[in-house]
């Protein structure tokens, strides 16, 4: 950590500032508990080491989107403070619920469908083969769920940055590849590693709904741990 | 007799205003230089990270080493805001604050050092050296 501080104070350009920021986001502790959840997600379909790749760059564009349209919300003269104070204070609030009511749908003991959270959960928790949207929506949820330190990495570090002139709108999708880049490399690792694994026994699809099972706990115990940080 | 009642009336009434007028000028000067004292806030939510709790308690030490005799007359002072508390929000949005800041204010005016704060969290010094020279800056 120290080393990135180093580099920001030394940086003249924002380019590598923002993504410097993106990777002290990545590994600080609260977004590193989301991005496990999201390297377990998007390795569930293991054997397939080209769709996790890929999984893990749509999950990137996911995060991107949510920063880049917060910033553009912000350029186009929403409050500041308002909507800082909106998902600093929520974001962490709403993630554990939903991180858990997801591995409950993965795990199919939930298959009750709430109004206007179906559509999400479902989705993010389908058990199939499903398109990359689930990655993509993940990646948006995620984003949105600052934390106390990231929180103040994007909204008074970033953002200055970004909405001072129109040319800095192009600094959150680079602090957003740097937010996905462990994820994006973790699950191609993993998948790389335990997909010869897979091979090699034979028993992929045993081992796809074994390790999809391993996810959604992942998911339940992350979520639990949020809950807990909350009311600790 | 008469001319005497008057002539201690006049006197009466104008000492009378001429104290009035001394409680005033007390009360402008009291708010002047209440307006004017530095006033470093950090504001957070209940939940905090190690680097969040780290920020106030360097921030906190900083004022309180640098200025001693500032701080035990009252006209520096350091104050941690929870922002869920719903006591402090006209605060807030009085200095614009949404979210984890750490702001030194002295009037109307004020620098936001967040960044600085949060770069230098664990590092006493530097935290020092950053809260002396915005409060050299605002004292301009």
Same mark, same amino acid.
């Given at each position: ?11 003249? %350009? ?38 996790? =790749?890929?999984?893990?760059?749509? %999950? $990137? ?28 204070? !929520? ?9 858990? #009511? ?18 999400? $959960?479902?989705? #993010? ?6 398109? %990359? ?11 949105? +769920? ?9 909204? +008074?570090?970033?953002?200055?940055? $970004? ?11 680079? =602090? ?11 699950? !191609? ?16 699809? #045993?081992?796809?709904? !074994? ?13 639990? %741990? ?7 | ?20 007028? /001394? *409680? ?44 001693? /005799?500032?701080?035990?007359? /009252? ?6 805001? @929870? ?16 979210? *984890? ?15 600085? /704060?949060?770069?230098?969290? @664990?590092?006493?010094?530097? &935290? ?9 800056? &605002?004292?301009?």
């Amino acid at each position: 950590m120290d080393v990135l501080k180093h580099i920001i104070e030394n940086s003249q %350009y924002s380019a590598i500032i923002a993504f410097i920021l993106g990777l002290m986001t990545a590994i600080s502790p609260c977004p590193l508990a989301t991005n496990i959840s999201a390297i377990g997600f998007i390795s569930r379909e293991i054997t397939d080491r080209k769709r996790v =790749f890929f999984s893990g760059l749509i %999950y $990137t564009l996911g995060r991107a989107i949510s920063y880049t349209a917060l910033a553009l919300i912000l350029f186009f003269g929403a409050s500041q403070m308002n909507i800082s104070r909106l998902f600093q204070g !929520w974001g962490e609030k709403v993630l554990g619920p939903l991180l858990i #009511i997801i591995g409950l749908f993965m795990l199919d003991v939930l298959k009750i469908k709430f109004p206007g959270l179906s559509a999400l $959960t479902e989705k #993010i928790g389908n058990k199939g083969k499903g398109s %990359y949207g689930s990655t993509l929506l993940l990646g948006i949820v995620f984003a949105l +769920a600052f934390c106390p330190y990231s929180g103040v990495l994007y909204f +008074a570090m970033l953002i200055p940055m $970004t909405i001072a002139s129109a040319g800095g709108l192009y600094l959150p999708v680079i =602090f957003a590849m740097a937010t996905g880049l462990p994820v994006i490399i973790f699950a !191609w690792l993993i998948a790389y590693a335990v997909g010869s694994v897979g091979k090699v026994y034979n028993h992929i699809k #045993i081992f796809e709904l !074994w390790f999809r099972r391993v996810v959604a706990v992942l998911f339940i115990g992350v979520g639990i %741990y949020y809950l807990i940080r909350l009311f600790i | 007799m008469r001319q005497i009642f008057l002539f201690v009336s006049v006197v009466t009434l104008m000492l009378g205003t001429m104290s009035c007028y /001394g *409680q005033t000028n007390k009360k402008e000067n009291a708010q002047a230089i209440k307006t004017l004292n530095i006033n470093v806030y950090y504001f957070h939510f209940t939940h905090r990270c190690s680097t969040c709790l780290a920020v106030e308690e360097n921030a906190r030490k900083a004022v309180e080493e640098l200025y001693p /005799g500032e701080v035990k007359a /009252g006209t520096y002072t350091f104050t941690s805001i @929870n922002l869920d508390e719903a006591k402090f929000k006209e605060l807030a949005d009085k200095l614009g604050v949404g979210g *984890q800041t750490l702001l030194v204010v002295r009037g109307e005016k004020k620098i936001d050092i967040t960044s600085e /704060g949060f770069m230098n969290a @664990n590092d006493l010094d530097k &935290i020092k050296a950053e809260i002396k020279s915005t409060i050299e800056k &605002i004292l301009l």
